[in-house]
């Protein structure tokens, strides 16, 4: 084995409740997990956000809570906004591939304008379409209104017993919940006090397969994105607005990789000269991951030579066992390099050696 792969060698071994504001007198918008895959939860809050717990796979019913404006609106509400940091939260996570995304949501993660079908093809990809409502590119069975509603039957909406007018902007993530009571000044919600919340609206969010650490949604803070508003009209900011903080397994995906462990070397005899029998060798490798491994395929990953150059190898198939995956190679490791396989949504690396008699793994 050369030098070079010793060196290679080292750097293997070295790398790889109620809100609890009842109590506050400030105007407080709220991100309150209510279910989790259709099943009621306790949601823990405090003024640094409302937590809940989750895994990939996940669907996350969250809630619009508005609270406490008595003492600054003692007429009474007669309106409000929130807009939601839905294109930050969606990436917020430490993990880029691994996204957090309302219920319906097939669009790219930024707009892009279209006029055609091509242009979406060209910009975003086979499967993308113009969208003639929108001018935007969407995906296939794009429905974000499955992902965000006013529901005004909710017995706790804020203006339950006015007339009134309600809606959600979904044009883009950054998606805008928006209410205003009809009937001129006298219709208007009253606040008793006491930390009772109201009800804003409903905002449904899938974790995707690869996320991971923490997801944080948060609302857009300027005085023309999140306010409440009495008859006069003049807008208040909330403050707190408490943001929704999902807690996911942590990233790493890979637990282990087992037949051959990180770094090993394949000492088996070379193969001999004009031989017809098939080169003896690893052609395989297991690797164990925190999520299931259903539905990964030999596009997942990449494969690289160290040192570059011929013969290369690639990954031919994939076959899923739960959280095991065994990665089938369409040749066996090359001598004297590193064959390196890259899982490409996770960014983890593992390379596997080869030198004929190399029984104790020195790389020499």
Request: aromatic share 6%; charged share 15%; glycine share 10%.
């Amino acid at each position: 084995m050369t030098k070079s792969l010793v060196s290679i060698k080292l750097v293997c071994a070295t790398a790889f409740m109620s809100v609890a504001t009842s109590t506050a007198s400030a105007i407080t918008f709220a991100l309150k997990p209510v279910k989790k895959n259709n099943v009621a939860v306790v949601a823990n809050c405090t003024s640094n956000g409302c937590f809940i717990d989750a895994v990939p796979g996940d669907e996350i019913e969250v809630e619009l809570r508005i609270s406490n404006f008595a003492a600054q609106l003692p007429g009474g509400a007669q309106g409000y906004q929130a807009r939601i940091e839905g294109r930050m939260g969606a990436q917020s996570g430490p993990n880029p591939n691994g996204l957090v995304l309302p219920k319906g949501w097939t669009a790219p993660l930024d707009s892009i304008p279209c006029l055609n079908d091509n242009q979406c093809v060209v910009a975003a990809g086979l499967g993308f379409t113009c969208s003639l409502q929108t001018g935007r590119c969407v995906g296939p069975g794009h429905s974000p209104i499955s992902g965000a509603v006013i529901t005004t039957s909710n017995p706790n909406y804020i203006f339950g017993e006015l007339d009134s007018i309600s809606d959600v902007n979904r044009a883009s993530l950054n998606y805008l919940f928006f209410a205003t009571a009809l009937g001129g000044p006298g219709a208007v919600v009253l606040d008793p006090g006491g930390g009772v919340e109201f009800y804003g609206g409903t905002y449904i969010l899938i974790v995707k397969d690869f996320s991971c650490g923490t997801y944080t949604f948060g609302f857009r803070r300027t005085v023309d994105d999140t306010l409440i508003h009495g008859s006069n009209l003049v807008p208040i900011q909330p403050d707190p607005a408490i943001p929704l903080v999902i807690n996911l397994p942590p990233c790493g995906p890979i637990k282990d990789i087992s037949d051959p462990p990180h770094c090993a070397i394949d000492a088996r005899r070379p193969h001999p000269n004009n031989s017809t029998e098939p080169p003896e060798g690893i052609n395989s490798v297991k690797w164990t991951f925190d999520v299931s491994t259903l539905g990964m395929i030999p596009a997942h990953f990449t494969t690289s030579m160290v040192p570059a150059g011929a013969p290369t190898n690639s990954i031919t198939t994939v076959q899923s066992m739960v959280n095991d995956l065994q990665i089938n190679l369409s040749t066996v490791l090359a001598t004297n390099r590193w064959t390196c396989i890259e899982h490409n949504a996770s960014s983890r690396e593992h390379c596997y050696g080869a030198l004929p008699g190399d029984v104790n793994q020195s790389a020499t």
